[in-house]
T-cell receptor, first 115, second 108 residues
Framework: GAGVSQSPSNKVTEKGKDVELRCDPISGHTALYWYRQSLGQGLEFLIY????????KSGLPSDRFSAERTGGSVSTLTIQRTQQEDSAVYLC?????????????FGEGSRLTVL | AQRVTQPEKLLSVFKGAPVELKCNYSYSGSPELFWYVQYSRQRLQLLLR??SRESIKGFTADLNKGETSFHLKKPFAQEEDSAMYYCALSPGTYKYIFGTGTRLKVLA
């Protein structure tokens, strides 16, 4: 399909383990976003990419979180030494240009459960 | 600070009744405002944006700069409108700030 693709759709891990979440945006979309969706918390901004660079990492909750984007396409969000409070749905979205009028296209999310 | 407030976590209405999902924002400039919707087992998607001044699936939203509100309205709710609705603000850059969402349940 032509939509934003995320994997894995579900991930159960043990506290202290590292996890990698992958996002494949819509082809040609230069802007890519990661959000975290927690019950009752809405959508929490994590990081924004324009091309391969991340001009805004201000939403990453701690230094255990990192993200990269290669080739202006696929992005990986890595959470090291996972904690139970990291349990949430991690959403990726892409946009054609990252401008204010650009519609965000979301993936189906990766549900992370930390035991 | 830029903020979007959706005061209702859950809103239940009967089919055929009017519905209004509230959204208030805090921003000193002229923002772009959006409503996104997530139906059960579907991905989050754009419902409407204020600059388009359009009606989508019978929903409309008017930007009230005096009250800093962007409430979503529909005169006659349908069961298929049941979903999670998020109001979002963009200050004119790449940034999007989302509210905490309102779950709409339309009862038969």
């Amino acid at each position: 399909g032509a939509g934003v693709s995320q994997s894995p759709s579900n991930k159960v891990t043990e506290k202290g383990k590292d996890v990698e979440l992958r996002c494949d945006p819509i082809s040609g979309h230069t802007a890519l976003y990661w959000y975290r969706q927690s019950l009752g918390q809405g959508l929490e901004f994590l990081i924004y990419f324009q091309g391969n660079s991340a001009p805004d990492k201000s939403g990453l909750p701690s230094d255990r979180f990192s993200a990269e984007r290669t080739g202006g396409s696929v992005s990986t969000l890595t959470i090291q030494r996972t904690q139970q409070e990291d349990s949430a749905v991690y959403l990726c979205a892409s946009s054609y240009s990252g401008g204010a009028t650009g519609e965000l296209f979301f993936g189906e999310g990766s549900r992370l459960t930390v035991l | 600070a830029q903020r979007v407030t959706q005061p209702e976590k859950l809103l239940s209405v009967f089919k055929g009744a009017p519905v209004e999902l509230k959204c208030n924002y805090s921003y000193s400039g002229s923002p772009e405002l959006f409503w996104y919707v997530q139906y059960s087992r579907q991905r989050l998607q754009l419902l409407l944006r204020h600059i388009s001044r359009e009606s989508i699936k019978g929903f409309t939203a008017d930007l009230n700069k005096g009250e800093t509100s962007f409430h979503l309205k529909k005169p006659f709710a349908q069961e298929e409108d049941s979903a999670m609705y998020y109001c979002a603000l963009s200050p004119g850059t790449y940034k999007y700030i989302f509210g905490t969402g309102t779950r709409l349940k339309v009862l038969a």
